[in-house]
């Protein structure tokens, strides 16, 4: 259980934070950067919830929130060589594939695509493509995390499927599809 009874410590006055092992780095390090991109992702679901309380799969966007406080927990502790199974909070393969069957269920009422799709929409499907496109950078930044530092695959990959999901879910709250903004290459290059 985490207790917080101090929300200002003080000890990242001089640019630095603790990490979930105790170790302490600069606040910009690749880790923090990572960690801090899930934690936005995590704040955009919850700007998706909060301003449309209709949109599809609300319940399981919680679930996710949940499941991208782990991701941060799993960032935010450096993998040791030999860590010991259940030692610190890992994101598991159960995690995503939740997500895959929730992407299959929901492309399966999708017509196919046949163009890329603007962000827009429904104001539910807006939000979710902002979000799709947090994540992405999100991803990018453990992407950067891993070329330095051990980092659980798992978490990576927790991540690409969410972004994967938002997609589809973005396309679920445009009327299945019907109301997708559709791009149309070249369309405004004659005046």
């Keep these: 259980m985490v207790f917080l009874n101090r929300i200002y410590t003080k000890s990242g006055d001089g640019g630095e934070t603790g990490l979930g ?19 936005e992702l995590n704040a955009t ?6 301003n449309s309380p209709d949109c599809p799969e609300s319940a399981l966007l919680r679930v996710i929130q949940n499941d991208l406080f782990d991701v941060g ?19 598991v393969p159960a995690q995503y594939e939740r997500l895959e069957k929730a992407i299959d269920r929901l492309n399966e009422g999708l017509e196919p695509l046949r163009s890329f799709i603007l962000p827009g ?16 950078r999100a991803e990018r930044a453990v992407v950067t ?8 695959t798992h978490a990576m990959i927790y ?5 994967d999901f938002l997609f589809v879910l973005a396309r679920v709250a445009n009327d299945g599809g019907k109301g997708d903004v559709l791009w149309v290459p070249g369309a405004s290059r004659e005046g």
Excluded: Y
């Excluded at 991540?159 to 972004?163: E, I, V, Y």
């Design 21 to 39: 092992d105790g170790s302490r780095v600069a606040k910009d390090a690749s880790r923090v950067a990572a960690f801090g991109e899930v934690d």
């Design 45 to 50: 679901l919850g700007l998706v919830t909060a």
């Design 73 to 91: 927990a799993d960032l935010c502790v450096p993998q040791a060589e030999g860590e010991e199974v259940g030692k610190a909070l890992r994101v």
């Design 121 to 136: 929409g429904t104001p539910a499907a807006a939000w979710l493509h902002l979000a799709r496109t947090v994540c992405r």
């Design 145 to 152: 995390l891993m070329r330095a530092e051990k980092v659980n």
């Design 159 to 163: 991540l690409n499927r969410l972004s």
